[in-house]
């Protein structure tokens, strides 16, 4: 187990590399001026010189590439260009609620999705199926913003149950908490618990009819030991993979999901920072969001060793 854990963590590290180069070049080569911006319209050519220079702007891409990996070796991600403020303290300062919805929308969609797919496996072609896959079919079509405003005015403002939008911590208690997540969890788990359910249906249905399966039943065990106790955990190797690639949608649903409801997190900042033309402060997201993306699927990739033995080798 340690050397198969060695292994996938150091092939991760040559994607981290490329993620790294990517994201300089794609936006060192796309067109505007950070020096534009921060100085203004009404700028004289010397201002604008001034301020790339400053920046280190001015000087070959090969040197500010050369400078920027050394920063990121020292865990610098740098100083955004509009707040003046050291990139980790902004990220530091939105990680919470942006992390605090997306562990909320992961339990949701599991628990929702889950069952809704064994249930419409369990009940193959029939109305129960047909309406899981129907909502499977909704969840993917309508966008989340279009979920999030459903449900903001159904539960928010003619019911009355949830604030409009806004975020509370964690620290002022589990009630005030859910009390502003709750709404927003769903609307990103609406595309999840579609794609799990999905999944989980598709990899039942290949265990169902599977000698073991059959066993058990002749048994005698009940139908829920059936389902859950032997065909899911042998259905689980496809369904913890969508779940880990799936992690990609809730991160690009959470931009949209946290600007619709007003959540002060890494979406709201990410939009701001793309907006402004923020270098050091996209670097840092997309960076943060890949190294994310990198340690679900290394979750993941451990969790099949755990459920299929025979992985490891």
């Known amino acids: 187990m340690p050397g198969y854990l060695l292994r996938r963590i150091l092939a991760a590290i040559p994607v981290m590399v490329v993620v790294a180069v990517f994201v300089f070049l794609l936006l060192r080569l796309t067109p505007g001026d950070p020096a534009a911006v921060l100085a203004g319209d009404m700028a004289t050519p010397e201002q604008l010189a001034r301020i790339r220079a400053s920046l280190g702007l001015d000087k070959p891409v090969i040197v500010q590439f050369v400078s920027w990996i050394g920063q990121l070796l020292r865990g610098d991600l740098g100083t955004s260009l509009i707040s003046q403020t050291p990139v980790t303290t902004l990220i530091a300062q939105r990680i919470e609620p942006t992390i605090s919805l997306a562990l909320l929308t992961l339990l949701l969609s599991i628990l929702i999705a889950v069952p809704l797919g064994v249930l419409a496996a369990w009940r193959h072609g029939g109305i129960t199926d047909?309406?899981?896959?129907s909502f499977s079919v909704l969840g993917f079509s309508v966008p989340v913003f279009v979920i999030g405003y459903i449900l903001i005015q159904i539960f928010a403002i003619d019911l009355k149950w949830f604030p409009v939008q806004g975020f509370r911590s964690i620290s002022d208690g589990i009630g005030p908490f859910l009390q502003r997540a709750t709404l927003p969890s769903l609307a990103l788990a609406s595309i999840y618990v579609a794609l799990i359910a999905r999944m989980t249906r598709a990899s039942m249905l290949e265990v169902l009819g599977e000698d073991y399966v059959r066993t058990a039943r002749a048994k005698g065990l009940r139908e829920t030991a059936v389902l859950f106790r032997h065909a899911l955990r042998n259905a689980a190797v496809p369904i913890m993979t969508v779940i880990g690639t799936g992690f990609a949608l809730l991160i690009s649903g959470v931009v949209v999901t946290e600007s619709v409801f007003n959540v002060p997190g890494i979406g709201r900042l990410t939009v701001d920072a793309i907006l402004a033309r923020d270098y050091p402060v996209i670097q840092g997201l997309i960076l943060l969001?890949?190294?994310?993306?990198?340690?679900?699927?290394?979750?993941?990739?451990?969790?099949?060793?755990?459920?299929?033995?025979?992985?490891?080798?």
């Open 289 to 313: 969001t890949s190294a994310l993306y990198v340690l679900i699927n290394l979750v993941i990739d451990l969790s099949y060793s755990l459920l299929d033995p025979r992985i490891r080798y």
């Open 130 to 133: 047909k309406a899981v896959m």
